[in-house]
């Protein structure tokens, strides 16, 4: 049997397909001018991966801040829900869950079952989530690939007091003017995301053990400033960027639906 798991985020969208409770393909198309065309795109190739067809998908199920463009899904969980599913089957020790992407951030405590007891999610602000970095990158002439890396390099710590995407990018445009070094920067901005990631995540309560998941986990810089504001390690999966469409899928191979 294979579940499919499809996670519309505000600019991406990642497919999981589940054979057995395996996972068996991961697919990833960035979301253009339209939606629809991304999703259908995303969905072929997971399909092509493993040569089979759409008939041979037993239960789709979507996610996501766009998860009812999936027009085709048989049901949809939601964005909390998907995550803490999928952060659960990867880390079952996991009580703690941080989830950051392109526009949003949640934090998640999950029982030992891996159910949802309680939940916060940032503002709907940039200046906490995936997006921040893009335009801090932009305003650095670096690639945002780079800014993890760069972050890393950095000895002094640099205060950010912008809390707003658009007066952030003027603060580091004086920074450079200041000529403060570019890897310096890099980790003010990551060390501002984490703050306002941490101060969220606090509302719920921390506990052991904290994994990060969402696409902003695969940027080291963000890692070793989250580590850093928590004063703790955090767990981080190979693909983090794919928690919540593996949550997805796992809900979809449940029977009864599950959570």
Same mark, same amino acid.
């Given at each position: 049997m294979i579940s499919a798991g499809i996670d519309v985020g505000a600019k991406n969208v990642k497919v999981v397909l589940l054979?057995?409770?395996?996972?068996?393909?991961? /697919?990833? &198309?960035?979301?253009?001018?339209?939606?629809?065309?991304?999703?259908?795109?995303?969905?072929?190739?997971?399909?092509?991966?493993?040569?089979?067809?759409?008939?041979?998908?037993s239960k789709i199920t979507a996610?996501?801040?766009?998860?009812?463009?999936?027009?085709?899904?048989?049901?949809?969980?939601? &964005?909390?829900?998907? /995550?803490?599913?999928?952060?659960?089957?990867?880390?079952?020790? *996991?009580?703690?869950?941080?989830?950051?992407? *392109?526009? &949003?951030?949640?934090?998640?405590k999950v029982d030992e079952k891996g159910k949802v007891l309680d939940f916060a999610v940032n503002e709907k602000c940039a200046a906490g989530a995936g997006a921040f970095t893009e335009a801090m990158a932009r305003a650095l002439e670096v690639g945002v690939e780079k800014m993890g890396e760069l972050s890393l390099k950095s000895r002094t710590a640099v205060p950010m007091n912008a809390q707003c995407a658009v007066f952030a990018e003027s603060e580091v445009v004086s920074l450079i003017h200041a000529k403060t070094p570019k890897e310096d920067?890099?980790?003010?901005?990551?060390?501002?995301?984490? +703050?306002?990631?941490? /101060?969220?995540?606090?509302?719920?309560?921390?506990?052991? +053990?904290?994994?990060?998941?969402?696409?902003?986990?695969?940027?080291?810089?963000?890692?070793? /400033?989250?580590?850093?504001?928590?004063?703790?390690?955090?767990?981080?999966?190979?693909?983090?960027?794919?928690?919540?469409?593996?949550? *997805?899928?796992?809900?979809a191979a449940t029977p009864t639906g599950g959570q």
């Open positions: 054979r057995d409770g395996e996972v068996v393909s991961r /697919s990833f &198309e960035t979301i253009g001018l339209n939606t629809q065309a991304a999703i259908d795109g995303a969905f072929a190739a997971a399909l092509r991966q493993i040569g089979a067809g759409r008939g041979e998908i996610t996501g801040a766009g998860r009812k463009e999936v027009k085709f899904a048989d049901g949809e969980l939601t &964005e909390v829900g998907a /995550s803490a599913k999928g952060v659960h089957h990867l880390f079952s020790s *996991a009580c703690t869950a941080i989830d950051v992407g *392109a526009e &949003e951030g949640r934090a998640i920067i890099a980790r003010a901005v990551h060390d501002a995301i984490a +703050d306002r990631i941490v /101060s969220m995540a606090r509302r719920i309560g921390i506990e052991k +053990d904290v994994v990060v998941v969402g696409g902003l986990a695969k940027n080291a810089g963000f890692i070793d /400033s989250i580590k850093r504001t928590l004063a703790t390690d955090v767990l981080v999966p190979q693909y983090p960027e794919y928690a919540a469409a593996l949550g *997805a899928a796992l809900h």
